[in-house]
């Protein structure tokens, strides 16, 4: 078993930041490839970054530029830095990882509980 904990949502003013963190802990587990995801009232939940154990990165074109996902395998974490923030980034974001289980065969996905960003403008 994998649990994914959130943290960092707040409220901002636009042109503002936040830094999200995301920490997995369990047992007779290892992690591929991390990510968020943010998913907007009304709107079907997107990926904002993903980021293999080998540190390559991709983004959504929406936030290519301002925002910055990284992280610490030796920690089991993954941060996303969010800078230049826009009313449009307002959602509640999710962290995710691929992970393997030691005991069972094949990859499975694991979600965080969600952390919320308000954007204010």
């Known amino acids: 078993q994998v649990q994914l904990v959130e943290s960092g949502g707040g409220l901002v003013q636009a042109g503002g930041s936040l830094r999200l963190s995301c920490a997995a802990s369990?047992?007779?587990?290892?992690?591929?490839?991390m990510g968020w995801y943010r998913q907007a009232p009304g709107k079907q939940r997107e990926l904002v970054a993903v980021i293999s154990s080998g540190g390559s990165t991709n983004y959504a074109d929406s936030v290519k530029g301002r925002f910055t996902i990284s992280r610490d395998n030796a920690k089991n974490a993954v941060y996303l830095q969010m800078n230049s923030l826009k009313p449009e980034d307002t959602a509640v974001y999710y962290c995710?990882?691929?992970?393997?289980?030691?005991?069972?065969?094949?990859?499975?996905?694991?979600w965080g509980q969600g952390t919320q960003v308000t954007v204010s403008s």
């Open positions: 995710n990882a691929n992970a393997k289980l030691l005991y069972l065969p094949g990859e499975y996905d694991w």
């Open positions: 369990g047992s007779a587990f290892s992690i591929n490839a």
